[in-house]
């Protein structure tokens, strides 16, 4: 039987609810305006590298959450918490985990409504948020002549899985950046809030540069042509000394909260 990844997975259930086009957020009216709502799930054997701890794994959770709504330019006013927790877990560790929310919850500035526990093989926190606009920035809009801008350098937190997983050599300076990048990454929400109005589309990107660019540009109907590679100096060095591909890096790597957007060149420099 052949595996399916997640994109065919979506598409499957989209076919079955009627529905073709994704966005980073679902909405629907709310009177004169939109209720925007997201849910991601972490699951533990697979969403938490080595070394991170559960407060870090609260806040992972909650992070993937406001980057969708940053990339639509939305700031999320309420979550709802699911978890399954192992029966093994002492009371210290689920106090970890709820104070990783809870303070989640004062970094981003939503409140917390509450949700549902129940006890699994491992741990898994389900989330979703609810927000407020009078619109979002789509995915599709990009025109003709747009910039393509990105809020931070690619290749970095791909890099910092293989040092930590694969034990791969990373200069001191770089490894606590790369680090860093993987166990407290850092959504742009303020940015994606103030800037909304100026862009022609956008879209969150921690399913990699490559498939962000690509879902894009096939929205929009329009060729996207990139001049430049958006990465720290310090990953080629990484790369040669790794014998790792620094293109694959930076196009390939997923894990980066950061906002693709496109931008008409009136509105770049503001």
Same mark, same amino acid.
């Given at each position: ?132 606009? +009078?619109? $979002? ?10 910039? &393509?801008?990105? !809020?931070? @350098?690619?290749? %970095? ?87 790792? +591909?620094? $293109? ?10 950061? &906002?693709?957007? !496109?931008? @008409?060149?009136? %509105?770049?420099?503001?």
């Amino acid at each position: 039987m052949t595996k399916l990844d997640e994109k065919e997975i979506i598409k499957i259930f989209q076919k079955g609810f009627g529905r073709q086009v994704s966005e980073d957020v679902e909405t629907f009216p709310l009177g004169k305006k939109l209720c925007v709502i997201k849910t991601d799930t972490l699951v533990e054997s697979t969403d938490i590298p080595p070394k991170m701890t559960l407060h870090d794994a609260a806040r992972k959770s909650i992070v993937a959450c406001v980057s969708d709504f940053a990339s639509k330019g939305v700031r999320p006013s309420y979550c709802i918490i699911s978890v399954a927790i192992p029966r093994k877990y002492s009371a210290k560790k689920i106090k970890e985990i709820a104070d990783g929310f809870r303070d989640a919850s004062k970094e981003f500035g939503f409140k917390i409504l509450g949700g549902d526990t129940n006890e699994g093989e491992e741990l898994v926190l389900s989330v979703s948020f609810f927000g407020i606009a +009078d619109d $979002i920035v789509h995915r599709k809009g990009a025109r003709t002549g747009d910039s &393509i801008i990105v !809020t931070g @350098p690619f290749g %970095n937190a791909s890099a910092g899985l293989k040092h930590v997983m694969s034990g791969k050599k990373a200069e001191p300076k770089f490894a606590r950046k790369i680090k860093d990048t993987v166990y407290h990454p850092m959504p742009r929400l303020g940015f994606g809030v103030s800037a909304a109005k100026y862009l022609s589309s956008a879209m969150d990107s921690s399913d990699g540069l490559s498939t962000t660019l690509v879902e894009m540009s096939a929205q929009s109907k329009k060729k996207f042509v990139i001049s430049s590679l958006p990465m720290d100096p310090d990953l080629e060095r990484f790369a040669r000394q790794n014998r790792l +591909d620094v $293109i694959d890096l930076v196009f390939n790597g997923g894990e980066e909260y950061e &906002i693709v957007a !496109t931008v @008409p060149q009136k %509105n770049l420099k503001k």
